[in-house]
């Protein structure tokens, strides 16, 4: 079982930047930042293949960039611009398997972490 712990996250002012780190107890593929606001469902914001091909969610496309390094089993979710509607708990999500198509779908990713809080004031 892989462990994800996620950090980074805190209270910012709208327009403001916060950087979440995900670092993996072992080798992670296919990686994911989900986010989930009180009363709301959980959704997709960016994941990131092992060869580091990015995809995002058009909320936050152009002010989220997410990153790798897989020597160090780490994908970082640079976020600019916040705004408040980015309010969330933020969760990294991987896959188990190499190779297995990158998804938005929560329920296709095998390992989370505890989530990480962002508040964006205005």
């Known amino acids: 079982q892989v462990q994800l712990v996620e950090s980074g996250g805190g209270l910012v002012q709208t327009g403001g930047s916060l950087r979440l780190s995900c670092v993996a107890s072992d080798r992670i593929f296919t990686t994911g930042w989900f986010r989930q606001a009180p009363g709301n469902a959980r959704e997709f914001v960016s994941y990131?293949?092992?060869?580091?091909?990015?995809r995002y969610s058009d909320s936050v496309k152009g002010r989220f960039t997410i990153s790798r390094d897989n020597a160090k089993n780490t994908v970082w979710l640079q976020m600019d611009s916040l705004k408040p509607a980015d309010t969330g708990v933020y969760y990294c999500?991987?896959?188990?398997?190499?190779?297995?198509?990158?998804?938005?779908?929560?329920?296709?990713?095998?390992?989370w972490g505890q989530g990480t809080q962002v508040t964006v004031s205005e």
């Open positions: 999500a991987a896959v188990a398997r190499h190779l297995v198509a990158p998804t938005t779908d929560s329920s296709r990713y095998d390992y």
């Open positions: 990131i293949t092992y060869a580091g091909d990015p």
